[in-house]
């Protein structure tokens, strides 16, 4: 049936209606009753088509346009490209709708030259995002990990430090999404730059909220924040409910960055989370980290560049995953419909020691030949054990690891020996020679 068919029937079945209540029913009454109805009807079904857009627009993209007010679906507050006009909504909204699909999505990662921030850039330029990094400036850059993809990233100037380059940043990349993942991420460090780790790891993420709060409200934000925040929990494992007890200057500014997050979403609705990751390690792992620390050792030691191995305390036990499983699970937390925290882990733990063994056991060797103990790498105060309880994002995110413990040890020892295996062309004239002999 056509439109013009459907009014018909509609204004017929309400003057009916209207007639049967016994009202006086002029010409002139009837028309301005229907006109009444009309309005409303109409006004019902572009508040209904409104919403279905923004919703959809909203939920299917996590975006609702580029200069958007729209925070709320229900209508606390309108959005700019939706709200209707004396010409009428629905091409406006439509077209609005049409372009926000087309749209690629774009993040902003902080961090991306970090270990994690090499993984996340992998991830969304596979999921066709248009990808931003924040670097902040160095005499010497440093873009081993993302070299591979340099070609295929927007790289932008700022600082954890500094909120106008934030504020910069933002407007010109005009995320979708903003992944902070840059910290002074070292806990060891964080006495000794007790004040430096506040600034970047606390401070840095109301920084970085106050601008997103100033640029575009609707951008969905990941703060990344650790275990290391559980520090000496009595409780294990720990879980989303678990409280915080942090045991270093780095635990308690990310315990400043998780509250910080979970402050402005409540203040001022911003889709904004807090990803409570366990310890997740990988080739890339920076080589002041324990396991990243182990994995080179060995290598070393194997190949007869070195003789032992000095650790601090090997009775710590952690709950170690692969990087870039960890990556996809604050990608996923950023794609849901409401904004929630989760904590992220294999649930498994397991000790330094059991590390280093494992490590050692890869390349034939006996750990017990090689480790040595070094009070210096001890900690002023030490996290002894941490576990997570991952079931929240398992059954909301459908998020487990692919990349057991043992597996993570034999990539990790196998990538340093090849990193610092000898070149080819050595061993093509070491053969030579052994041929010639
Ligand atoms: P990472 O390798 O140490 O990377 C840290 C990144 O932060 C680097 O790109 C670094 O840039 C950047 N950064 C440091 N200070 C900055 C500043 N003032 N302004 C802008 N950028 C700055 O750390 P990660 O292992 O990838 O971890 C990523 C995030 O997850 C961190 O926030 C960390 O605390 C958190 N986290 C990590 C784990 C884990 O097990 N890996 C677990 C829980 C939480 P430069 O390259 O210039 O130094
Ligand atoms: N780094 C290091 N070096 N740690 C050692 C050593 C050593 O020689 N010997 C023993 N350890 C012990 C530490 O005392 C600690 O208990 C454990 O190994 C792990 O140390 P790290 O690898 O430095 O990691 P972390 O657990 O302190 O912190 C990492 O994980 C956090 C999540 O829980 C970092 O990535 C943090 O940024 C992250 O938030």
Same mark, same amino acid.
């Given at each position: 049936?056509?439109?013009?068919?459907?009014?018909?029937?509609?204004?017929?079945?309400?003057?009916?209606?209207?007639?049967?209540?016994?009202?006086?029913?002029?010409?002139?009454?009837?028309?301005?009753?229907?006109?009444?109805?009309?309005?409303?009807?109409?006004?019902?079904?572009?508040?209904?088509?409104?919403?279905?857009?923004?919703?959809?627009?909203?939920?299917?993209?996590?975006?609702?346009?580029?200069?958007?007010?729209?925070?709320?679906?229900?209508?606390?507050?309108?959005?700019?490209?939706?709200?209707?006009?004396?010409?009428?909504?629905?091409?406006?909204?439509?077209?609005?709708?049409?372009?926000?699909?087309?749209?690629?999505?774009?993040?902003?990662?902080?961090?991306?030259?970090?270990?994690?921030?090499?993984?996340?850039?992998?991830?969304?330029?596979?999921?066709? =995002?248009?990808? =931003?990094?924040?670097?902040?400036?160095? @005499?010497?850059?440093?873009?081993?990990?993302?070299?591979?993809?340099?070609?295929?990233?927007?790289?932008?100037?700022?600082?954890?430090?500094?909120?106008?380059?934030?504020?910069?940043?933002?407007?010109?990349?005009?995320?979708?999404?903003? =992944?902070?993942?840059?910290?002074? @991420?070292?806990?060891?460090?964080?006495?000794?730059?007790?004040?430096?780790?506040?600034?970047?790891?606390?401070?840095?993420?109301?920084?970085?909220?106050?601008?997103?709060?100033?640029?575009?409200?609707?951008?969905?934000?990941?703060?990344?924040?650790?275990?290391?925040?559980?520090?000496?929990?009595?409780?294990?494992?720990?879980?989303?409910?678990?409280?915080?007890?942090?045991?270093?200057?780095?635990?308690?500014?990310?315990?400043?960055?998780?509250?910080?997050?979970?402050?402005?979403?409540?203040?001022?609705?911003?889709?904004?989370?807090?990803?409570?990751?366990?310890?997740?390690?990988?080739?890339?792992?920076?080589?002041?980290?324990?396991?990243?620390?182990?994995?080179?050792?060995?290598?070393?030691?194997?190949?007869?560049?070195?003789?032992?191995?000095?650790?601090?305390?090997?009775?710590?036990?952690?709950?170690?995953?692969?990087?870039?499983?960890?990556?996809?699970?604050?990608?996923?937390?950023?794609?849901?419909?409401?904004?929630?925290?989760?904590?992220?882990?294999?649930?498994?733990?397991?000790?330094?020691?059991?590390?280093?063994?494992?490590?050692?056991?890869?390349?034939?060797?006996?750990?017990?030949?090689?480790?040595?103990?070094?009070? @210096?790498?001890?900690?002023?105060?030490?996290?002894?054990?941490?576990?997570?309880?991952?079931?929240?994002?398992?059954?909301?995110?459908?998020?487990?690891?692919?990349? @057991?413990?043992?597996?993570?040890?034999?990539?990790?020892?196998?990538?340093?020996?090849?990193?610092?295996?000898?070149?080819?062309?050595?061993?093509?004239?070491?053969?030579?020679?052994?041929?010639?002999?």
């Amino acid at each position: 049936m056509c439109r013009r068919a459907m009014r018909a029937r509609r204004d017929c079945r309400l003057t009916k209606s209207f007639a049967a209540s016994g009202v006086c029913f002029s010409a002139r009454a009837r028309r301005s009753f229907l006109s009444v109805v009309r309005k409303r009807a109409r006004q019902r079904s572009l508040l209904a088509r409104r919403r279905r857009l923004t919703r959809s627009a909203f939920f299917a993209e996590g975006v609702c346009g580029i200069k958007r007010s729209l925070r709320e679906i229900h209508g606390t507050v309108e959005c700019l490209h939706c709200k209707p006009t004396a010409k009428g909504l629905p091409e406006r909204a439509e077209g609005f709708y049409a372009s926000v699909m087309a749209r690629k999505k774009r993040a902003l990662i902080t961090g991306v030259t970090g270990q994690d921030g090499s993984y996340l850039v992998e991830l969304l330029l596979a999921k066709d =995002y248009e990808v =931003y990094g924040l670097v902040r400036r160095s @005499s010497v850059q440093s873009f081993e990990r993302i070299g591979h993809v340099l070609a295929r990233v927007h790289l932008l100037s700022g600082d954890l430090l500094d909120e106008r380059s934030l504020v910069t940043a933002l407007e010109e990349a005009q995320p979708t999404e903003v =992944y902070n993942l840059a910290a002074q @991420s070292f806990v060891k460090a964080s006495w000794d730059q007790a004040v430096l780790t506040g600034e970047v790891t606390a401070l840095g993420v109301t920084r970085l909220l106050n601008a997103i709060k100033t640029v575009d409200p609707s951008i969905r934000f990941y703060q990344a924040s650790s275990s290391e925040m559980f520090g000496n929990t009595p409780h294990s494992p720990q879980n989303e409910d678990t409280p915080f007890y942090p045991r270093s200057p780095y635990g308690v500014a990310k315990v400043y960055g998780h509250w910080i997050t979970v402050n402005y979403r409540e203040s001022y609705n911003l889709f904004a989370v807090s990803g409570i990751l366990f310890n997740h390690e990988g080739p890339r792992r920076g080589l002041e980290f324990v396991t990243r620390k182990i994995s080179d050792g060995v290598a070393r030691i194997k190949l007869g560049l070195a003789r032992e191995l000095r650790l601090g305390n090997l009775e710590a036990k952690r709950d170690w995953g692969f990087a870039g499983d960890y990556c996809t699970a604050m990608w996923l937390m950023l794609q849901q419909p409401e904004p929630r925290d989760y904590v992220v882990g294999t649930g498994r733990t397991h000790s330094v020691r059991e590390f280093a063994a494992a490590a050692f056991r890869e390349v034939g060797l006996d750990w017990r030949k090689y480790v040595k103990v070094d009070r @210096s790498f001890l900690r002023p105060a030490e996290v002894h054990r941490l576990v997570a309880d991952p079931r929240r994002v398992r059954s909301e995110l459908g998020w487990k690891p692919s990349v @057991s413990f043992r597996e993570l040890v034999s990539l990790m020892v196998r990538a340093d020996l090849r990193r610092l295996q000898p070149p080819e062309v050595v061993l093509v004239g070491e053969r030579r020679s052994a041929a010639r002999r």
